[in-house]
């Protein structure tokens, strides 16, 4: 079946400094989500990627579809402390979810 | 427009015990999905259901889990008996309708705890 994997696991960083995580998928994707779960709460949808390349920004996110659409980013500019969550990203096909990059923001 | 509601937000109980959790999708939601999230990890799919139909259950461990969802609203999760693997949250989410264009809505789950 469809593995996703995501890195890295875990990100700590001062508060300001870019953030990135990085989805990868072991076969094509049709399209991918993204979600973020605060701690101690539950998935909240952020966005959906659906075209080859595709870019899509929120604000100081920036999200990526790749060519191949295997993998996919999420790039946070400028973090600040409401940043804090464990991003996931999920293949749609199966509503498979990575493991998911724990991000935690000094102020 | 009310949330996706889960109860009981949290349960305790013995290994061999039977346990039952309860979710009510958001109004007009086709789409029911029901996910085991261990801690640390992501959220995995059980089954998934369009309507009173089952579309995806094919992780679901069908020797100790069932679920339904009668009349395409309600649906309950049930584990008979349970085991200490089990030990998890778990979410409930709908969508307005099975392509997968549309985005998934998580209730606030339920943490089960098997001692």
């Known amino acids: 079946g469809q593995q996703v994997m995501q890195i890295p696991q875990y990100q700590h960083v001062q508060e300001g400094e870019d953030f990135t995580t990085y989805c990868n998928s072991s076969?094509?994707?049709?399209?991918i989500q993204w979600y973020k779960q605060r701690p101690g709460g539950h998935p909240v949808f952020l966005i959906q990627?659906?075209?080859?390349?595709e870019v899509k920004k929120q604000k100081r996110l920036t999200f990526q579809f790749g060519e191949a659409k295997k993998n996919s980013s999420l790039h946070i500019t400028a973090t600040q402390t409401t940043d804090v969550g464990t991003y996931f990203c999920?293949?749609?096909?199966?509503?498979?979810f990575g493991a998911g990059t724990r991000l935690t923001v000094k102020p | 427009e009310a949330g996706v509601a889960q109860s009981p937000r949290y349960k305790i109980i013995e290994k061999r015990q039977s346990v039952a959790f309860w979710c009510n999708p958001i109004?007009?939601?086709?789409?029911l999905y029901w996910y085991q999230q261990i801690l640390g990890q992501g959220p995995k799919l059980l089954i998934q259901?369009?309507?009173?139909?089952?579309?995806?259950d094919s992780q679901l461990p069908k020797d100790r889990f069932s679920a339904e969802r009668l009349k395409g609203v309600d649906s309950t999760l049930k584990i008979q008996p349970a085991k200490l693997e089990d030990s998890a949250v778990y979410l409930c989410?709908?969508?307005?309708?099975?392509?997968?264009?549309?985005?998934?809505?998580f209730g606030p789950g339920t943490r089960l705890t098997v001692t």
């Open positions: 999920a293949g749609t096909r199966d509503m498979r």
């Open positions: 109004s007009g939601h086709a789409t």
């Open positions: 076969t094509t994707l049709s399209n």
């Open positions: 989410a709908s969508s307005l309708a099975l392509d997968s264009l549309y985005e998934q809505y």
């Open positions: 990627l659906v075209k080859s390349g």
């Open positions: 259901f369009q309507n009173n139909g089952v579309v995806d």
